[in-house]
């Protein structure tokens, strides 16, 4: 007898149906199995899926499947309740989320290979030569949140200042899961995993000894196709135990999740930025409802979304549906920075670093300490600009200017990636006197070593400056390698962009200076505050590590800015992370924007302006009736911040609504117009939805 049965297949055209298509096949298949369906002339991976039964077959010949995946079990109910989960809510079809969240060698590896790849022998387990490592007990602090983990059901807010040992939390946790069921597994995410290299070591550290090498497998995009397939069979399996990756991890097939882990929540890199721009924080936390597994999420400056969730009762109001924990003590006796505003007002034009904070960091190099600054603009100098005539250095492609890239004399645009030389003279008057305007990191570090050349270390030798950002690391390993150097000492000053402001636990670094922040203070971007504050928070947070260190020389962090009363500072000096959420929350609350409001944009892109604006202000138009009646607000196009890149105009088009509920059934039911949309205005070279976008 034969059977019909759906499979869940990538086909984008069908993104408003849903991507299951219908095939017969001899045998009965299990849901979750994967198998090989023809679609055209091609052969696709699939998904069998469940739940809704497809379309009647009409009278057309049903196809047969290809084959069935040998050797790996279905997937679970769970696992795919989440991509259809995920598929829905973020306005994408279950096909896409499901084939994108699979490794790509299920699909590229032929019959053949695919049965020699199983053949394979599982290589013996390495025995763990690790030292047998430290634990250490339990601060106060860490020993209450345990017990309030293990006491409730979360989702958890850990609220933990920097350095007061959420990682030690996250261990332990992980540690009585693994005790306590033999078969449980834990899912570990963060926010970009080269930048934190020591996680990885630490959780391999603590549990290889006891569960083995193998027991801990590494999830994120910079493993090769091969190493990814084995991970993923690891942990589709079960035999590995924790999953350590990204945000793409969260869709990593685990049969046995109890436990997920979301470091750094407040991290903007858990969105995913195409196809299907999920949130991996947000589904994290759906996962575990799902899957019965607890959640941690863990940060020492939230996301305002999940501080707002974890909100304490009030007389009025209920509690949030997360349950806040609060670590504030730093382990050991490292003190946070002591907060120095410069203000800059009353610095002579043009200056760069104020005497006074050129004069600290003077003073520290000579005592062997380390300094971070951080400038969030990478090469030479944004612009270039020639005196004459007024000609900048636009990138003919984009609405944006290319940035002056000093070390190899080119003009770079940060959106296309259009590359050119130099121009010995300006293009349009020939004036030979061009120069940069602005400032990027690249010749922040040429400034310093200027202006530090007389500066000796405590040994004699003349002191190094090192510069991490994403034109220096963009060699495979440089990131580790520059880390390293800094770990090791050799790097006196070092200056780079946010990424030297993450998790990296600089023993020696006792002074962080800012620059250039002014810009997030008033931006259009309503969340540029919040990750301006967090930043700085971060970074304050790379001071003073080291206990010993800051007895001898209390740590700083300078701020120079022409706005130093500004209640961030403010709060910033204070380390006051509550104070600045709540003022920040009564202003959303006042405007009615996230957490008070649910928000998506519709994005389009043509090659015109108008073009790709007709089409959303079309979309409006059709969506308007149901939009009214779901008190949805719809707001007109407006052209993208940055209109064009790469010769392509884009548009987006907002929509708000004080329930998220109204919203998905808005957007669900609105889907359909818009994809019909495309044969009336066939400018549009593509659209996309946004649920709750992060910039705006
Ligand atoms: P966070 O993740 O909050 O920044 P970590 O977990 O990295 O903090 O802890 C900061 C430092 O304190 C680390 O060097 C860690 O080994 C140490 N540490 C954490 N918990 C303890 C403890 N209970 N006793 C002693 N040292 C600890
Ligand atoms: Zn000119
Ligand atoms: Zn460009």
Same mark, same amino acid.
């Given at each position: 007898m034969s059977h019909q049965i759906s499979v869940m297949v990538h086909t984008p055209a069908h993104s408003g149906i849903g991507g299951a298509l219908t095939y017969e096949s001899d045998t009965a298949q299990a849901p979750g199995t994967l198998v090989r369906v023809p679609l055209g002339s091609r052969e696709l991976l699939g998904v069998v899926w469940s739940g809704h039964h497809p379309e009647?077959?009409?009278?057309m010949q049903l196809r047969a499947i290809a084959s069935v995946l040998a050797g790996v079990p279905p997937l679970s109910a769970n696992w795919r309740q989440l991509v259809q989960f995920a598929a829905h809510y973020y306005q994408r079809s279950a096909g896409e989320v499901a084939l994108a969240a699979l490794p790509s060698q299920l699909r590229d590896l032929n019959a053949e290979q695919w049965a020699r790849r199983l053949k394979r022998k599982p290589k013996v387990s390495a025995s763990f030569e690790g030292a047998a490592q430290h634990i250490p007990t339990p601060t106060d602090e860490q020993a209450q949140v345990l017990a309030d983990i293990a006491a409730n059901e979360g989702p958890f807010l850990? !609220?933990?200042?920097?350095? $007061?040992?959420k990682t030690e939390v996250y261990l332990r946790a992980a540690q009585s899961v693994l005790e306590q069921n033999s078969q449980a597994q834990i899912l570990v995410m963060v926010p970009e995993i080269n930048l934190t290299p020591q996680l990885e070591e630490r959780f391999r550290a603590r549990f290889a000894p006891q569960?083995?090498?193998?027991c801990l497998v590494a999830m994120h995009s910079s493993l090769t196709p091969a190493q990814r397939l084995k991970n993923w069979l690891a942990a589709h399996s079960g035999e590995a135990r924790i999953v350590l990756g990204?945000?793409?991890?969260? !869709?990593?097939?685990?049969?046995?999740? @109890?436990l997920i882990v979301v470091d750094e929540?407040?991290? *903007?890199?858990?969105? #995913? @930025?195409?196809?299907?721009?999920?949130s991996a924080r947000d589904l994290a936390v759906y996962r575990g409802q799902l899957e019965g597994a607890k959640v941690i999420l863990g940060s020492a400056t939230p996301s305002l979304e999940s501080w707002h969730h974890s909100r304490p009762a009030t007389a009025s109001e209920p509690a949030g549906r997360y349950m806040r924990l609060a670590m504030p003590s730093r382990v050991g006796q490292g003190a946070l920075p002591l907060v120095r505003r410069v203000d800059?007002? /009353? #610095? *002579?034009?043009?200056?760069? !670093? $104020?005497n006074h904070l050129l004069d600290a960091m003077r003073e520290r190099v000579t005592r062997g300490e380390q300094i971070l600054v951080l400038l969030n603009r990478r090469g030479y100098a944004p612009v270039l600009h020639c005196?004459?005539?007024?000609?900048k250095s636009e990138c003919p492609h984009c609405s944006a200017y290319r940035v002056f890239h000093k070390l190899d004399r080119t003009l770079r645009c940060?959106?296309?990636?259009?590359t050119q030389p130099? *121009?010995?003279?300006?293009?349009?008057?020939?004036?030979?006197d061009i120069s940069p305007l602005g400032r990027g990191t690249e010749q922040l570090e040429e400034h310093l070593a200027e202006l530090l050349a007389d500066v000796r270390r405590s040994d004699g030798e003349h002191i190094r400056i090192a510069r991490i950002d994403a034109d220096s690391t963009r060699l495979k390993g440089e990131l580790e390698r520059q880390l390293a150097e800094v770990h090791a000492g050799a790097v006196d000053v070092l200056v780079g962009t #946010?990424?030297?402001?993450?998790?990296?636990?600089? /023993?020696?670094?006792?002074l962080v200076a800012a620059l250039?922040?002014?810009?997030?203070? !008033?931006?259009?971007?309503?969340r540029a505050p919040e990750r301006l504050f967090s930043l700085l928070m971060q970074a304050a947070g790379?001071?003073?590590?080291d206990a010993n260190m800051s007895l001898v020389s209390p740590c700083e962090m300078w701020v120079q800015s022409?706005?130093?009363?500004h209640p961030l500072f403010e709060a910033l000096k204070q380390h006051d992370y509550p104070a600045f959420a709540e003022q920040q929350l009564r202003e959303r609350e006042q405007a009615t924007l996230p957490p008070f409001s649910f928000q998506a944009l519709v994005r389009a892109e043509a090659r015109s302006q108008e073009a790709a604006q007709g089409f959303l202000n079309a979309a409006r138009d059709a969506g308007a009736a149901l939009a009214d009646e779901l008190l949805v607000d719809l707001y007109p196009a407006v052209p993208m911040t940055? @209109? /064009?890149?790469a010769n392509i105009e884009r548009a987006q088009m907002l929509i708000e609504c004080t329930s998220r509920k109204a919203l998905q059934h808005f957007l669900a039911n609105w889907q359909a117009d818009l994809h019909a949309m495309r044969s009336t205005h066939r400018q549009v070279i593509r659209w996309a939805v946004d649920v709750d976008p992060l910039a705006i």
């Open positions: 009647p077959a009409e009278a850990l !609220f933990g200042n920097t350095g $007061s040992g569960w083995g090498a193998d990204t945000r793409m991890a969260v !869709f990593a097939s685990m049969p046995h999740l @109890q929540e407040h991290d *903007p890199s858990y969105k #995913q @930025q195409e196809g299907a721009r999920y800059m007002n /009353r #610095q *002579p034009y043009k200056t760069v !670093f $104020s005196n004459d005539c007024g000609w940060h959106h296309c990636g259009f130099v *121009p010995r003279a300006c293009p349009s008057c020939g004036n030979l #946010q990424m030297i402001a993450k998790g990296h636990d600089f /023993r020696r670094v006792t250039n922040t002014d810009g997030a203070l !008033f931006s259009s971007d309503f790379r001071a003073g590590r022409h706005h130093p009363l940055i @209109q /064009r890149v």
